[in-house]
């Protein structure tokens, strides 16, 4: 027990992160390394298939503290993206002609350049992705955001857990379900989820154990006949996302004791068509400071771009970054376990 107690406290660090998936990994029967198994299906070295999306984390203060929280996110966080990085990312933006901007947080509605930031990247014609956790849009500072967001045809991306409050709560913390089904029908209320409105809104499912998600499908239609039934509520779709053993969620891995039995899961549930359709090919991520990472995942172990490539967002070479060698690991089985996971949700059908 106290070996784990001075690991678990230990695991803020992204290097011993590392250590302790890759030792994990090692205890695995006929294990292989990620890199072996991409060279096996002729995906070794890793390359982009084109950047289509411009992620942003834009900081990592958030107003909850949520379990499964891979980037440790809360209240007490102070890694907020400043204005000067934030132009920096609208010059790459403008220049690359890349269509979709993604914000992440933390919660993103936090950054105090929010609101300055959408309207600047609406002014260049990109689609706009937010990721929110619901609960912010329910305080004073930050209830204007919903008709700020719809007028600008931001697309809401945010976390629901389950569809009934106890395994909600059980994962996010208590109250948090009854201000999410607030905040949703405020969202409806406006135009969000509703047919001929264009403004799109999404639920994300994160498995509150130490399982992989079920079918999205199959669950997508439980979430749409539960929360209509019980709230008249309407979304658009439904991602289901791998928890990755990744800082909270792999503290509470090694806390009870499956990690290992989790990595083996991950591991002999390697998909090869996931494989082919992991986020990194496709997205760029750019942490708070404006370091450059293959996705959010990498950026919280702090394995940023590397093999020629440009790795902070003032030296942003969109040839370079397109003709890159994405860098792995062990915790990349998490985005091709089963049917995979991406930003997106399920990889394959």
Not at 3 to 32: C, E, F, Y
Not at 214 to 220: A, I, R
Not at 252 to 261: A, D, P
């Amino acid at each position: 027990m106290k070996t784990l107690l001075a690991q678990s406290h230990s695991l803020s660090d992204p290097g011993v992160q590392l250590d302790v998936i890759n030792n994990h990994s090692d205890k695995v029967k006929n294990l292989d390394k990620f890199e072996k198994k991409l060279d096996e299906i002729g995906l070794f070295p890793l390359k982009p298939t084109g950047i289509e999306i411009f992620q942003i984390n834009v900081g990592y203060m958030c107003n909850m503290t949520c379990k499964h929280c891979h980037v440790d996110a809360g209240p007490d966080r102070k890694e907020i993206m400043t204005r000067e990085t934030l132009e920096h990312c609208l010059e790459a933006i403008a220049e690359s002609g890349i269509e979709t901007v993604d914000l992440t947080g933390g919660a993103p509605e936090m950054n105090p350049h929010f609101r300055w930031f959408v309207d600047e990247v609406s002014k260049l014609n990109r689609h706009i992705i937010v990721r929110s956790n619901l609960t912010i849009l329910d305080t004073r500072k930050f209830e204007d955001l919903p008709l700020f967001m719809a007028k600008h045809g931001v697309e809401i991306t945010c976390s629901l857990p389950f569809y009934n409050k106890r395994r909600t709560d059980a994962q996010r913390g208590e109250g948090t379900y009854d201000k999410s089904v607030k905040v949703l029908r405020l969202l409806n209320n406006v135009g969000y989820g509703q047919d001929g409105t264009g403004l799109l809104l999404n639920l994300v499912y994160n498995p509150v154990g130490a399982f992989l998600p079920p079918d999205q499908n199959s669950l997508k239609l439980d979430y749409k006949a539960q929360l209509w039934k019980d709230y008249g509520i309407v979304f658009n779709e439904l991602y289901t996302i791998t928890n990755l053993p990744i800082s909270r969620y792999l503290n509470f891995l090694v806390m009870s004791g499956n990690l290992e039995e989790y990595m083996e899961k991950l591991i002999t549930s390697f998909n090869p068509s996931a494989a082919m359709g992991v986020m990194c090919r496709n997205t760029i991520s750019i942490g708070w400071d404006g370091t450059l990472y293959d996705c959010d995942f990498n950026q919280m172990l702090k394995l940023r771009t590397n093999h020629g490539a440009p790795d902070h967002i003032k030296d942003w070479n969109l040839n370079k970054l397109n003709s890159r060698e994405i860098v792995v690991n062990q915790h990349c089985y998490g985005c091709t376990a089963g049917a995979g996971s991406s930003c997106g949700g399920a990889v394959t059908g």
